[in-house]
T-cell receptor, first 114, second 114 residues
Framework: GDSVTQTEGPVTVSESESLIINCTYSATSIAYPNLFWYVRYPGEGLQLLLK?????QKGSSRGFEATYNKETTSFHLQKASVQESDSAVYYCALGGSAGNKLTFGIGTRVLVRP | DPKIIQKPKYLVAVTGSEKILICEQYLGHNAMYWYRQSAKKPLEFMFSYSYQKLMDNQTASSRFQPQSSKKNHLDLQITALKPDDSATYFC?????????????FGKGTRLTVV
């Protein structure tokens, strides 16, 4: 079946440092998977951070970027300079199947120290 | 204001009992979903409904039964509860069940079975 593997947390970084969360995927049931990053801030539900539906393209939002790399089956999330408000749990996911089912990674908790 | 309301936020249940997790969405969406996240596991797709009809069921156990009394409701009934059912259950919705349609999540119900 489909699966997503991402960096195990927690990841602790200091404010203004860079952040990278690795994500690799295996899509056996979807010919052209779509890739997503969701974020869950404390006390909130998951919300879409960014998505990319075409291989080779980059998505960006709130200073975060991720590039859909079909060759390495990766979709790493990066931010050049984090802020304390970026403390959250980040989920990599793949979709694109009928029924709009999403397959998630385990989630990476990020703690940003002031 | 939260647009997807899940009740209760926390729930403790005794092994063998039955509980209903409530979900209502006020986004005008036609597709609704249930996901579950157990400790140290990825978020896992359970069910999807579109226009109040079951689209996909990835839950092996018949102890989990979605109930859709209205278009914007998708409750989850769980019978004969087991400690392994302890997890956070997320309700979600999207405009329709087509791939690429953004999925919105509720804040979750954390269920503990003792």
């Amino acid at each position: 079946g489909d699966s997503v593997t991402q960096t195990e947390g927690p990841v602790t970084v200091s404010e203004s440092e860079s952040l990278i969360i690795n994500c690799t995927y295996s899509a056996t049931s979807i010919a052209y998977p779509n890739l997503f990053w969701y974020v869950r801030y404390p006390g909130e539900g998951l919300q879409l951070l960014l998505k990319v539906i075409t291989a080779g393209q980059k998505g960006s939002s709130r200073g975060f970027e991720a590039t859909y790399n079909k060759e390495t089956t990766s979709f790493h999330l990066q931010k050049a300079s984090v802020q304390e408000s970026d403390s959250a749990v980040y989920y990599c996911a793949l979709g694109g199947s009928a029924g709009n089912k999403l397959t998630f990674g385990i989630g990476t908790r990020v703690l940003v120290r002031p | 204001d939260p647009k997807i309301i899940q009740k209760p936020k926390y729930l403790v249940a005794v092994t063998g009992s039955e509980k209903i997790l409530i979900c209502e969405q006020y986004l005008g969406h036609n597709a609704m979903y249930w996901y579950r996240q157990s400790a140290k596991k990825p978020l896992e797709f359970m069910f999807s409904y579109s226009y109040q009809k079951l689209m996909d069921n990835q839950t092996a156990s018949s102890r989990f039964q979605p109930q859709s009394s209205k278009k914007n409701h998708l409750d989850l009934q769980i019978t004969a509860l087991k400690p392994d059912d302890s997890a956070t259950y997320f309700c979600a919705s999207s405009q329709d069940g087509q791939p690429n349609t953004e999925v919105f999540f509720g804040k979750g119900t954390r269920l503990t079975v003792v």
